[in-house]
């Protein structure tokens, strides 16, 4: 048990792993699939050739990002400072949103068919942007009242602005780039999440010299 307790913090990283195998045979599955132009969501479509096997990736990777984010929370609340534990509590329930909400409300059909499981996709998307803002608000504040800490408000700062500048592109960009856009948006904090599993496995033990 202690063992796994251990691991924990790698659970993120388990978790983007299985987030780009999603991707990757998503992909491969869906046969005339344009990654330049269309949405990451419409290879776990209803109707899309790659729903089973981007799906089945797709909910590991949700499933182990939500433990990852729910021990982080509990592992730091009140041990860094209030703005970490703030955006720890976003983040969590920002993962939870996300497993949950796609994998109940994935897209009827590429694209957006206006569907009530369409709007709720997009209600999801919405509420998991607004999280993922307000969480990296609180961290970049955070990490950077702490001088051990700093690099980790870069990075969070990083982030914050590729998801500024993604969401930007996405309405700036004509449709047939909207793929890319996204991506900018999508992968900036999958590969956030990853940082933070490595940093937790890695330096978890030494919070209390905070």
């Not at 790659?50 to 592992?75: E, H, P, Q």
């Not at 730091?76 to 509590?89: P, Y």
């Not at 930007?168 to 933070?196: C, D, H, M, Q, W």
């Amino acid at each position: 048990m202690k063992k796994l307790i251990k691991l924990l913090p790698l659970f993120g990283a388990v978790g983007v792993v299985f987030y780009f195998l999603h991707v990757l045979f998503g992909t491969l599955f869906y046969e005339g699939y344009d990654s330049t132009a269309q949405a990451i969501s419409d290879l776990t479509a209803s109707n899309s050739p790659s729903k089973n096997i981007a799906m089945s990736f797709s909910f590991l990777y949700g499933l182990f990002t939500v433990i990852f984010s729910t021990y982080f929370f509990v592992y730091f609340r009140q041990k860094i400072n209030k703005c970490v534990t703030f955006g720890a509590s976003f983040f969590c329930v920002m993962t939870i949103v996300s497993f949950l909400g796609y994998t109940f409300f994935p897209l009827s059909d590429a694209g957006y068919a206006g569907t009530f499981q369409d709007k709720m996709h997009l209600a999801v998307t919405i509420i998991v942007v607004l999280f993922t803002i307000t969480a990296l608000i609180f961290f970049i504040i955070g990490f950077f009242r702490t001088e051990k800490l700093k690099y980790l408000a870069v990075i969070s700062l990083c982030t914050f602005l590729l998801l500024l500048a993604g969401s930007i592109l996405i309405n700036i960009l004509p449709k047939e780039y909207f793929g890319i856009a996204e991506r900018i948006n999508v992968y900036s904090i999958v590969i956030y999440t990853g940082i933070l599993s490595f940093w937790m496995y890695k330096n978890g033990d030494n919070y209390g010299s905070y």
